[in-house]
């Protein structure tokens, strides 16, 4: 290990020293991987929360899975404060270290004492050890972990700032390496059945973190096809790894999950994009379900006759007319564009800032076939550039970029809290979606008035 970097590098600073220091210290293989997997570029530099968050993320979510974290105190004080934010409700184990420590290797044995102290077989079905920045950086090897502790899987992951641009691409640094090591037991003999009984025939796996109520709703869609739901990702409880990997098609309805579905396709599993919004997306998702689960054509037919009318009324009945722009980093952000357009919104700009990848090749296509301009990993400067070009009736956004709105007095959301809490999928999505636009937009004044209520008014 190199000891060349202090404990409170962070991710405001030194990218090119870490990097340099990660490849010194053994991590270029590591470095080159996430290099391919998330592309970067221009926005190369976490811009909103520490991408590792969506990792710690992934594993406080799984029953019987411990989550451990090893970097500076200040970043895991942070993911720790997010983490139980946003409900974790589950212990954040972290191991903690010095210059001393980094230095001379004692903080790989500390690593390995507190996974080996944690790996109960009794209470876990796996631990995760996660490396942030400055460990990353200094080479801590993971990968010469025991791979499993009395039956309790270990997988430690790498998720450095300066390699994993986004937290929604950290999310599947874990549930792609999760998916892997589940698939490699799946090969080598029997496995444990998911909890919830499976249907027999053709299964989707839903790739990405939905709103709860869509699932069963694609699953009532796909229905006259014959095809049902097989568990998600990223999994909830470990078992459901396998019940995944057991489906006929993954379903990439966030489509930046590339680890993930690099594990699918390694297990002869076919991979649909895009995602049911709208009219268009949902007749076109359910052809290529329909393809991909070998569904006959009456079947799909069947399956759209009883889909399409209902989005249609939603639509009809929840028409608007605004003027916006969509940025996130959600990763669901063209799919919301798609959805708000057809509804009657004017998007002239979308902005997502994660990496364009075939999964999402046919929104982008649709998008731009009607004058919106995609911009891939769009940087904060990128969105607050559009938002004055276009000066939207209704932004959706990040806290920044809706914050920037306020300022200058237009109506905006924040992406997340707002947008990714409701339903997005058929007909659901077709009445929830433009309810948002027309609450926001009817109390549009109230963004003046506050304005010139605060005009020439000093800085506090
Ligand atoms: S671990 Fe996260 S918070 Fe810490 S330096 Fe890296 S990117 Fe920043």
Redesign the pocket.
């Known amino acids: 290990m190199d000891g060349a970097i202090p404990p409170a590098?962070?991710?405001h600073g030194g990218r090119e020293t870490m990097i340099a220091a990660a490849k010194a210290a053994g991590k270029s293989d590591v470095l080159a991987r996430l290099a391919t997997d998330y592309p970067q570029g221009p926005h190369d530099q976490?811009q909103s929360m520490?991408?590792?968050f969506g990792s710690l993320r992934v594993g406080l979510r799984m029953r019987r899975v411990a989550t451990i974290l090893s970097?500076?105190a200040?970043?895991v004080y942070?993911l720790t404060f997010t983490s139980h934010f946003y409900g974790a409700r589950r212990s954040v184990g972290y191991v903690p270290f010095d210059s001393e420590t980094l230095v001379t290797g004692q903080l790989f044995e500390d690593i390995r004492k507190a996974v080996r102290e944690t790996a109960r077989p009794d209470d876990y079905d796996a631990v995760v050890i996660i490396n942030?920045?400055v460990p990353t950086a200094s080479g801590v090897p993971l990968d010469l972990l025991p791979k499993q502790i009395d039956g309790v899987r270990i997988i430690g992951i790498d998720v450095?700032?300066f390699g994993v641009p986004t937290h929604a691409e950290a999310k599947d640094v874990l549930a792609g390496a999760m998916l892997k090591y589940a698939r490699l037991e799946a090969e080598r003999g029997a496995v444990a059945r998911p909890r919830a009984p499976m249907a027999e025939g053709p299964k989707i796996s839903l790739i990405g973190e939905l709103f709860p109520g869509d699932p069963p709703g694609l699953s009532a869609m796909l229905a006259p096809m014959g095809v049902s739901l097989a568990p998600g990702l990223p999994a909830r409880e470990w078992r459901d790894l396998y019940g995944a990997l057991d489906c006929t098609a993954a379903a990439a309805v966030h489509p930046f999950y590339t680890a993930t579905i690099r594990e699918f396709a390694a297990a002869g599993r076919n991979i649909v994009g895009s995602a049911p919004v709208g009219l268009d997306g949902t007749a076109q998702w359910l052809e290529m379900v329909g393809h991909a689960t070998n569904a006959t054509a009456a079947a799909t037919d069947a399956a759209k006759a009883k889909a399409l009318p209902a989005i249609k009324t939603a639509l009809d009945d929840n028409q608007i007319s605004a003027r916006m722009i969509v940025s996130g980093y959600e990763g669901s952000e063209l799919l919301v564009a798609r959805l708000l357009i057809e509804a009657g919104a004017d998007i002239p700009y979308v902005g997502t800032a994660l990496p364009r990848t075939d999964w999402s090749a046919a929104d982008c296509d649709w998008l731009e076939a009607r004058g919106t301009h995609v911009q891939f990993r769009a940087a904060l400067e990128q969105d607050i550039a559009a938002l004055h070009d276009v000066k939207p009736d209704l932004a959706f956004g990040t806290t920044p970029l809706v914050q920037a709105a306020k300022e200058a007095g237009m109506p905006a959301v924040y992406f997340t809290n707002m947008v990714s809490a409701r339903p997005l999928f058929g007909a659901a999505g077709a009445a929830a979606l433009p309810a948002i636009v027309k609450a926001q937009t009817a109390g549009a004044s109230r963004f003046s008035r506050m304005l010139e209520f605060f005009e020439g008014g000093a800085a506090c």
């Open positions: 590098s962070s991710c976490p520490c991408p590792a970097g500076s200040c970043c942070g942030l920045c450095p700032g």
